[in-house]
């Protein structure tokens, strides 16, 4: 069963039915074994913003991979 759907794990705020969110699977097995723990984001921008909170996610990720190759 997937507990994430209540609220951005990146802005923190509320996702409520009809918004569009996306799910990522995590599998992290020093924390909970095998099995996968989820995040979920907003897939749409808010109003006056350019970029979703997944887009944002993502792009501090590639940023954080980037940093870590040119180490």
């Not at 951005?8 to 924390?31: F, H, M």
């Not at 095998?34 to 808010?46: L, N, V």
Request: glycine fraction near 4%.
């Amino acid at each position: 069963m997937i507990v994430c759907f209540d609220q951005c794990d990146y802005c923190r705020s509320a996702i409520v039915p009809g918004q569009r969110w996306v799910r990522a699977k995590i599998y992290e097995p020093a924390l909970n074994g095998r099995d996968p723990s989820y995040h979920c984001y907003h897939a749409e921008p808010f109003a006056e913003q350019e970029g979703s909170c997944w887009e944002k996610h993502e792009m501090e990720r590639e940023i954080a991979r980037m940093t870590v190759c040119a180490a």
